[in-house]
């Protein structure tokens, strides 16, 4: 799939992404002087050990198991303005930031730029110009090593090397900089400017001679980049050839402008589908930090939210389509980030919890916060959270899940057992019996209690769902491997006395009580985790009823994000039509003000930046990911044990086809389909051959045993 835009950026916003996972680059084109804006995966203000000194701090400043029983008493004594006052002495400094690292500018005569084409299977920016009279061609893309610019035809007069950050040597084309020891996001007050040890900003600036065909490559090196040990392997288009979804016809190259009019849904379905994994496999490598809240690309020192991982949806997001789409190697970096919090987080979870295991809150960073943040002021509806790291490691489980072998097993079992144990001991018994969650926030979200909205309370279902999908998980990778551990006892003994997911008015509840929303249509849709990723809830039962009359309340529109988590949980209740029509209102094109942060409760609706981005405004690489992973979804669902196919594809959308969409068990799936006929083929990449799958087109199921490749025939209704 090649994609076209006919003019020379003039604006990050339209500038094109190419990335290897550890470098990232924002091509803007055109004659004249042209900017490539550069990030290292690796470039995050902190220190190594910044986690620990605030750990430090924070159990200073009074925090810890006894405060914790106080707020506790507090809250079951319905007494929150007290139990929230309390809690602040908990919130440690903010995360660190995601910084922008250098620019390479390269300047060519005056001229005509006639477009550039970005093809997504080998990750190349090609633009062709006219410069005095002469075609010249200028390629862009990201080696395993290096970021390349060819140019052929013209010779630059000038390469120049800057960067936003301070400079503290040069050497002809070296430039060593120095990054900020602290930061915080911009919407913070009280800190005002990333904080530098001192230096001065600069450049390198390098005159050229006259040749026929120049290839630039920039390199990078930090102290950071030895923190991260997964071996860097594998190349941009083996991994893109894993795995494709084609709704419809597609054009040989694709007009972006007319793409963005809207007049073809399927292939709009069709793009986004392919460039949310375009940019996970260019932001998402091993050997480098996991894609962030921008996935590897940032120009700003000072970026939304620090650029850096929310996990209490959007670094999920940014990973739901990893294993479906065939990009378990992409996953690695997020699995090895959990690997570190497993460290950090024990070191939080006993000093600061008196608690097993580790535990992780609403943020983190390249360096494995795993702290509560927000300064002593943040509010507790997104600031105390110590659900981060269950929600987080369910990705452990399922690049497990979807390959069934020794190794994803032995890699999720620390994990997994470690966050169960932090769960166990987080548990608390409650006034009626049940093993409670205290202090339990619903992410972001606020009820009322005379007439004021609060966030603290207990046993919130999100709390209460993702601590089953822990120690249920848990379980089945000890069965699996046959061990035996004393925890598995203490998991089986307290599962039974979890609180059961409340049902009030007809709609599955956001809290344990009955309590009323201060937002009926937020843009979090927290407890319905247990329907999209988890799958604990299905489609066809009681509790399936009732999370669908949420989806109905909540309504569509939002930002990128939520759009995605909406797109998503309708395909996993079949309701492909309402995809559609929240896939076209993500997919319209942003015409607000690029550089505004909008509300951040929803109110204004996001939209598509004119390079594909997803966009609140701010810029929020979530929503692309996303997209991908809802899309594969209506083609083929298997959480349930049972290979759906076609599950919630939209009406009208009558041809098609997918190939090595991976299933749960270790099966790769390619589906056709034209006018009602189905056909599927599955073959075996991992796991137990000798398993019998279940497999069901149009409601019909048939059951095989996938050995080598097996077709199923069938047939739905369009």
């Given amino acids: 799939m090649r994609l076209h835009w006919p003019a020379a950026a003039e604006e990050w916003t339209e500038a094109l992404p190419v990335g290897n996972g550890r470098l990232g680059a924002m091509v803007f084109g055109g004659a004249g002087r042209s900017r490539v804006q550069v990030n290292d995966a690796t470039v995050w203000s902190g220190t190594a050990d910044g986690p620990s000194r605030a750990l430090a701090d924070v159990l200073a400043a009074g925090a810890g198991p006894d405060r914790l029983a106080q707020v506790r008493e507090a809250i079951f004594g319905g007494d929150l303005e007290r139990a929230t006052s309390l809690l602040m002495s908990f919130e440690g400094p903010y995360s660190q930031t995601f910084l922008p690292y250098v620019d390479l500018w390269i300047t060519l005569s005056d001229g005509e730029s006639h477009g550039r084409t970005l093809d997504l299977a080998t990750g190349v920016v090609t633009e062709r110009l006219t410069i005095d009279g002469a075609e010249v061609t200028r390629r862009v893309w990201a080696s395993e090593t290096s970021l390349c610019v060819e140019i052929t035809g013209a010779t630059p007069s000038e390469v120049d090397v800057s960067t936003p950050l301070r400079e503290i040597s040069r050497d002809g084309l070296n430039l060593v900089v120095e990054i900020p020891v602290d930061s915080a996001p911009r919407h913070e007050p009280q800190v005002e400017a990333p904080v530098y040890g001192g230096g001065e900003r600069g450049s390198v600036t390098v005159k050229i001679t006259e040749g026929e065909r120049w290839l630039l490559t920039l390199t990078s090196s930090t102290t950071a980049e030895t923190s991260w040990q997964g071996r860097r392997h594998g190349n941009h288009m083996t991994l893109m050839d894993a795995c494709e979804v084609r709704f419809g016809d597609l054009p040989e190259v694709i007009d972006v402008p007319e793409l963005l009019s809207g007049k073809d849904e399927q292939l709009i379905a069709s793009v986004l589908f392919a460039y949310g994994r375009y940019l996970l496999v260019s932001s998402s490598r091993p050997g480098a930090p996991p894609a962030n809240l921008q996935g590897l690309w940032n120009a700003d020192l000072r970026p939304a939210w620090s650029s850096n991982y929310t996990i209490n949806i959007n670094t999920q997001m940014n990973y739901w389509a990893a294993e479906v789409t065939g990009l378990a190697e992409c996953h690695d970096p997020l699995l090895e980030l959990l690997e570190k919090l497993a460290v950090t987080g024990a070191d939080v979870a006993s000093q600061l919890y008196s608690a097993r295991g580790w535990v992780a809150h609403h943020n983190t960073d390249a360096h494995a916060w795993a702290l509560p943040v927000g ?43 470690g966050c ?43 709390d209460v769902v993702l601590i089953r999908a822990v120690f249920e998980r848990t379980l089945a990778l000890a069965l699996a491997s046959g061990r035996t551990d004393p925890v598995l006892a203490e998991i089986s003994a307290a599962l039974p006395r979890l609180r059961p997911v409340p049902v009030f008015d007809g709609r599955l509840g956001e809290w344990a009580g009955d309590f009323v929303e201060e937002d009926s249509t937020h843009r979090h849709m927290s407890h319905m985790v247990s329907v999209y990723p988890l799958g604990q809830i299905v489609a066809g039962t009681q509790l399936g009823d009732a999370a669908f009359e949420v989806l109905r309340r909540r309504g569509n529109g939002a930002m990128g994000w939520s759009w995605a988590w909406k797109m998503a949980l309708r395909a996993r209740f079949g309701d492909g039509d309402t995809v559609r029509s929240l896939l076209l209102e993500a997919a319209q094109p942003f015409t607000g003000d690029r550089h505004r942060d909008a509300p951040v409760d929803g109110s204004e609706w996001g939209g598509l930046l004119p390079n594909l981005f997803s966009t609140h405004p701010p810029f929020q690489i979530d929503g692309n990911y996303g997209f991908t992973a809802a899309l594969a979804e209506v083609v083929v669902q298997s959480h349930t044990g049972v290979i759906d196919v076609l599950p919630a594809l939209p009406s009208g959308w009558s041809s098609g086809a997918a190939r090595g969409l991976r299933c749960r068990g270790g099966l790769a799936v390619d589906v056709t389909w034209d006018d009602g006929d189905v056909v599927v083929r599955l073959r075996r990449v991992s796991g137990d051959a000798g398993e019998f799958v279940p497999v069901s087109i149009g409601g019909e199921v048939t059951e095989v045993v996938v050995s080598d490749v097996v077709e199923v025939r069938g047939r739905i209704s369009c």
């Fill in 375 to 417: 300064m002593g002021h943040g509010a507790p509806s997104w600031a105390i959270w110590q659900m981060g790291g269950a929600w987080l490691v369910q990705h452990a489980w399922d690049h497990y899940d979807f390959a069934r072998t020794w190794s994803t097993l032995e890699r999720a079992w620390p994990l997994l057992r």
């Fill in 420 to 462: 169960a144990e932090f769960c166990l001991d987080w548990l608390v018994e409650g006034p009626d019996g049940y093993l409670d969650t205290c202090p339990s926030t619903s992410p972001e979200n606020w009820f009322l209690v005379d007439g004021k909205p609060q966030a603290l309370t207990w046993s919130v279902t999100m």
